[in-house]
């Protein structure tokens, strides 16, 4: 389903935020803030990631000069621990009107449809839309306890610690601005390895990706990037390879990155690349945002994918549904 938004509500500001590892990312130099503690100095690890994702949502109310949290209408966001308890603490705390969203790692995205929907309809002046994740949280819930010192196969990818989020407003000239969404559908190939996310989720990002480019009358090669986030870099071999099939030439398949698949770079430790909530949302709201302000880049994108298991699902035996939601951001 391709939503059009014909206001053209444009992204204001942007907040990154991730953790000590995170210093390896090939884009630390674009989040706004690092800490040296994975728990942010709290006692546990969701509590530190509730408050990763306040820090990011004021920088975002600092870069744009609000003041009050009353100013922003809604807060729109994720994460990938049981009920989002992070999200729901850090929404406590912020005390702004409050969406929760769920669409595993694709909310980075899904969260921003929903905003711009809402700043479409008149709904919003200000609403800040994201996502969040937290390495040892996730990895103990969705894998096993990182104490274990298991051994992971190359397929594995990596969950970050990193939090991002944009403010949505009213259009304004020479800001990305959102024109247009596609909501994906849930697509399941079969695949039951939680270590292959980028297996699992490639085909849900194909279908997406796809759908919009045919609904929007479009070729691959009318946008200067189409990223996804976060196949890995086995998830994207096999996106390129879809869309081979279907006649792209290997000038279009260029266009085609993952925010996942070039976290890490090329550190091999990370097998397979990065994954978590917070992958595509750090690089979204601020490496990208950065490229679209500088001008770089005119038109993008950027198509978020989940893979919507759980550990209940996966002890049951099964397979991995996953998800992909697409956003198309231009600069005028």
Request: net charge negative.
């Amino acid at each position: 389903m391709v939503i059009l938004f014909n206001t053209k509500p444009s992204i204001i500001a942007c907040g990154s935020v991730a953790g000590p590892l995170e210093k390896k990312s090939v884009f630390y130099s674009y989040f706004d803030s690092v800490v040296e503690d994975e728990r942010w100095n709290q006692q546990t690890n969701e509590q530190g990631h509730a408050m990763m994702i306040q820090e990011a949502c004021n920088i975002i109310m600092k870069k744009a000069n609000i003041t009050n949290n009353l100013d922003i209408d809604y807060f729109l966001s994720g994460d990938l621990v049981n009920q989002m308890t992070p999200t729901n603490f850090a929404a406590r705390e912020l005390a702004i009107s409050f969406i929760g969203m769920f669409s595993a790692c694709a909310t980075s995205v899904s969260s921003l449809i929903v905003a711009s929907l809402l700043t479409e309809l008149g709904a919003s002046k200000y609403a800040i839309a994201g996502s969040s994740s937290q390495h040892n949280s996730i990895e103990r819930q969705f894998r096993y306890p990182i104490d274990y010192g298991g051994q992971k196969p190359e397929t594995a990818q990596w969950t970050v610690t990193a939090a991002g989020y944009a403010l949505v407003g009213k259009h304004q000239p020479n800001f990305p601005s959102i024109v247009a969404g596609t909501i994906g559908k849930v697509v399941d190939y079969g695949e039951v390895n939680p270590f292959h996310m980028g297996g699992a989720m490639a085909p849900a990002a194909f279908d997406t990706i796809q759908s919009h480019l045919k609904k929007r009358n479009q070729k691959i090669s009318d946008y200067d990037v189409i990223m996804t986030g976060d196949l890995g870099k086995i998830g994207l071999k096999i996106l390129k390879a879809m869309f081979a099939q279907t006649g792209a030439k290997q000038e279009e398949l260029e266009i085609f990155r993952d925010a996942g698949a070039e976290f890490y770079g090329e550190d091999k430790s990370f097998q397979s690349g990065a994954s978590g909530a917070g992958c595509s949302a750090s690089v979204y709201y601020s490496y990208m945002e950065q490229q679209l302000k500088t001008g770089r880049y005119k038109r993008v994108l950027l198509c978020a994918t989940g893979a919507l298991l759980s550990p209940l699902s996966f002890q049951q035996g099964e397979s991995i549904p996953c998800t992909a939601h697409a956003v198309e951001i231009t600069v005028e």
